[in-house]
């Protein structure tokens, strides 16, 4: 793997591996795709501006979230149906994430389930996604099945009350492959059930559309795992869930595959980050990082680690856990150098005034 040396080196060799309309499936965002492209731009027109002669002796980049320890402040999005990428699937992430010392975080319509995945990779700090089902049962029963199998907290999505329109997974009348199942709730689903449909269609159709802030109450009152709001781009909604009692905010637009014109998520980050300021609530983002600068750009506005979605599934179609392990290791070495450049060697280093948006150099 080590040819690869850059996020993007492995993102144009997964451009060789997968099938077209599976690379599009992973890579486009909604309709115009402005917002896609915003959340990689938005990180280029902040600049980091170093403190020279700091003394450096090495760069420190443990942290922890939740109260757990993990090596970088870099962690695992959840992304559907990872067997699309490689055979191994959700189980080669995770792994990567465990011997990284990272979190990965399993999504609901995962083709590994929670147990095979909780085996494969039992020290590492695993989270599970969750998408809550009209049958509230459904639900209840996976964040059980999530907490017996030693998963740490729940993401709820809150950004996707019906799925985004993505033009090309309609141009190529994307369907998941026919031997893929989603793994956590085979029992529920027979493959005649879902045969004439695609099964994104199929499983939207089974998703709450009308949750509220209610739906959050609910989510803490069936578990003892703490509950973080993935999608929130408002800072009166991150106080919302806040007051719901979530312990994590994690700023997102759903990778800009939700809804186009969208700010990047790096732009409303010190919004949310501010409104917070108050209360004990871990804030972290997710969206367009690719590489150890914008991960530190992100710390330095007030995210406490942030979570990588496409890059993850590239390491994954190039390489198996190795690629994912890969991918990982690029973002560490090179946040590693980033901070020991600007003079800030440790994460409670890396204080807002690092960053500067590039308008304020212009007259
Ligand atoms: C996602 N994302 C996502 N989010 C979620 O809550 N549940 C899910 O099942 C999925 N599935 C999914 C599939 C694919 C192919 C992608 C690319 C993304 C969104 C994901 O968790 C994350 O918010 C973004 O991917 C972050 O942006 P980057 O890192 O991909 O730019």
């Keep these: ?87 191994d699937g959700e189980v080669a992430i995770a792994k990567a994430a465990q011997a990284e010392g990272t979190i990965y975080t399993l999504s609901t319509a995962s083709t590994c389930s929670i147990e095979e995945v909780a085996s494969a990779a039992p020290d590492a700090i695993k989270w599970f996604q969750v998408y809550v089902f009209r049958d509230r049962e459904v639900t209840r029963k996976l964040v059980m099945r999530a907490e017996k199998a030693g998963f740490k907290a729940l993401l709820l999505t809150v ?23 989603l793994a956590n709730f085979v029992e529920y689903f027979s493959k005649s059930d879902n045969a004439d449909d695609d099964m994104k269609d199929y499983v939207g159709k089974l998703f709450e559309k009308t949750l509220t802030w209610e739906d959050v109450k609910w989510l803490k009152s069936i578990t003892k795992l703490p509950v973080i709001a993935k999608g929130i781009l408002r800072a009166e909604d991150a106080v919302k869930a806040a007051e719901m009692g979530c312990s994590g905010i994690l700023v997102s637009n759903h990778g800009a595959r939700q809804l186009d014109g969208l700010p990047a998520t790096i732009e409303v980050l010190p919004e949310v980050v501010d409104a917070l300021k108050n209360y004990n609530v871990e804030v972290y983002m997710d969206g367009g990082v690719t590489t150890g600068n914008d991960v530190y750009k992100a710390l330095a506005l007030g995210a406490k680690m942030v979570l990588v979605g496409r890059p993850a599934l ?46 304020s150099f212009r007259k």
Excluded at 7 to 23: G, I, S
Excluded at 56 to 74: F, K, N, Q, Y
Excluded at 159 to 166: A, K, S
């Design 314 to 359: 590239w390491g994954l179609a190039v390489g198996g856990q190795a690629g994912v392990q890969r991918t990982l290791n690029i973002l560490r070495t090179e946040l590693e150098s980033t901070v020991q450049i600007a003079g800030t060697p440790t994460v409670a280093d890396i204080t807002r005034d690092m960053v500067r948006h590039e308008s």
């Design 1 to 87: 793997m080590e040819k690869y040396i850059s996020l993007q080196d492995f993102e144009d060799a997964a451009t060789n591996v997968l099938a077209k309309p599976a690379m599009e499936y992973f890579r486009n965002g909604a309709t115009e795709q402005q917002t896609l492209a915003e959340n990689r731009l938005a990180f280029r027109r902040l600049r980091i501006l170093p403190k020279c002669l700091m003394g450096i002796t090495g760069a420190d980049l443990r942290t922890t979230i939740l109260g757990h320890e993990v090596s970088m402040p870099v962690g695992i999005a959840p992304s559907a149906m990872q067997k699309t990428a490689h055979h």
């Design 159 to 181: 950004d996707t009350p019906v799925f985004g329109i993505i033009r090309s997974d309609i141009r190529n009348s994307y369907a998941f492959a026919e031997h893929l199942k």
